[in-house]
């Protein structure tokens, strides 16, 4: 069982930066490859970014690629995104995931524990 924690979301303006932070309890965090997902209102849940168990490998959706970042510290037990040139389209509740698996996995069926998501809010 993995217990996963998301802190840092909040209000920005367009242009700004945030830098979310998801804290796993439980089971050896460096067993899992961790991702970050977004739901927007109305919307499905999307994938953001992933990494691997190690942090050797990254993958981003388009939409994020060169703006935003995904990393770990797996003596810290946490996963981070940072997210730089925010724009209101990254309007959402961020949640961070865990699978158990080595590579990254881009798909939200393959991640069994998620966070209570945090929101991020852009303004124009």
């Known amino acids: 069982q993995v217990q996963l924690v998301e802190s840092g979301g909040g209000l920005v303006q367009s242009g700004g930066s945030l830098r979310l932070s998801c804290a796993a309890s439980g089971r050896a965090f460096s067993d899992y490859a961790m991702g970050w997902f977004r739901q927007a209102p109305g919307k499905e849940r999307d994938f953001v970014a992933a990494?691997?168990?190690?942090?050797?490998?990254?993958y981003y959706a388009d939409s994020v690629k060169g703006r935003f970042t995904i990393s770990r510290d797996n003596t810290k037990n946490t996963v981070y995104l940072q997210m730089n040139c925010l724009t209101p389209e990254d309007t959402a509740v961020y949640y961070c995931?865990?699978?158990?698996?080595?590579?990254?996995?881009?798909?939200?069926?393959?991640?069994?524990?998620w966070g209570q998501g945090t929101q991020v809010t852009v303004s124009s």
């Open positions: 990494i691997s168990w190690i942090g050797g490998s990254t």
């Open positions: 995931a865990a699978a158990r698996s080595k590579r990254y996995r881009i798909d939200s069926r393959d991640y069994n524990y």
